[in-house]
């Protein structure tokens, strides 16, 4: 797998694809030969782009791969959709959507459509971002759809967050109440040739003032809202403009260390999760005494807390 490795470092896009796949399927192996070049894994900048189901998200990335190619940079793009993994329909629609630029060498666009199962979606997605970093892929795009808790794990993933709303739908009325709000770098009122995309602003600024303030001393960041015509790209140019405002503001704080740092130390806590359950399904006493305590909650002998209460100890941890 080591050579796999180098290939994908050099630039071979037919290595990459595979390695994605594998990575998708959790094999140990090419997992392991990536594990051994972390130390040098270059750190892209890394965008989020999190919204309502046919905001204009992928319409959207593809303007910006664009803007970001005009300047030269070879951009990565992650397409994640949690809510569908067995439809096609979103991965034909970044196709679709992202088509021009299928013939350009300096933009790889990945699809994923599972739910990470061996891993979950973040640590796949991580992944990932990690096999596109080593094949120099600069900036990094993470699309990812829904109102509810995949936005949350997209803020984690990314250093600046887009959060796409629409005037038309109410779903972007609902993604404001669900707090969505909290996790925005950016906001962009997209299809601003719809009615109502003025009244959405004022929304937006209303839902943006009720953020909570950052822990004293910390810098404080103010969103900026953009207005886009994504399909006519109209306003793109101002949404490179936020992106770079946001990332300077990380910059100058010296929060783009800190950002790396707290998304490694999330991505170990949630292996360890992992890696310790799965070990309670395999064999041995650990096992035993999991099964055990499994059943005193099914009969209604225990109650979950105290089952796991009781193993946790009994385990000496
Ligand atoms: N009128 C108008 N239509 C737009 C705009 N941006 C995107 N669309 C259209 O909206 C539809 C959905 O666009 P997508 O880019 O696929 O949206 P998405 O958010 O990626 O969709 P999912 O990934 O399926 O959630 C497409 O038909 C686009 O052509 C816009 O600014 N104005
Ligand atoms: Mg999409």
Known sequence: MADWIEQVRSGDRRTLARSLTLAESGDQALLSALDSVYGDLPRPQRIGITGPPGAGKSTLTSSLIG???????????????????????????????????????????????????FGGLSAATEDACDLLALAGFDPLMVETVGVGQSEVDIARLADTTLVVLTPAAGDSVQALKAGIM???????????????????????????????????????????????????????????????????????????ASLHARRQERRYEELVGRGLLACLHAQGAAAAAFERHRQSVLSGQLSPREAARRLIEQLGL
Not at 74 to 82: E, F, L, Q, S, Y
Not at 208 to 229: F, Q, Y
Request: proline share 6%; glycine share 10%; hydrophobic share 45%.
């Open 182 to 256: 909290e996790i925005a770098d950016v906001v962009v009122i997209n299809k601003s040739d719809q009615e109502g995309a003025a009244r959405l602003e004022e929304d937006v600024k209303e839902a943006l003032e009720l953020r909570p303030m950052p822990p004293a001393g910390s810098p404080l960041w103010k969103p900026p809202i953009v207005r886009t015509v994504a399909t006519i790209e109209q306003g793109v140019e101002g949404l490179m403009a936020a992106i770079a405002g946001h990332r300077s503001h990380l910059q100058h704080h010296g929060l783009l």
């Open 67 to 117: 803007a970001f190619r005009a300047q030269g940079a070879r951009v990565g793009v992650v397409a994640i959709d949690p809510t569908s993994p067995f439809s096609g329909g979103a991965l034909l629609g970044d196709r679709l959507r992202m088509a021009r630029h299928a013939l350009d060498a300096a933009v790889f666009v990945r699809s994923m459509a599972t739910r990470g199962q």
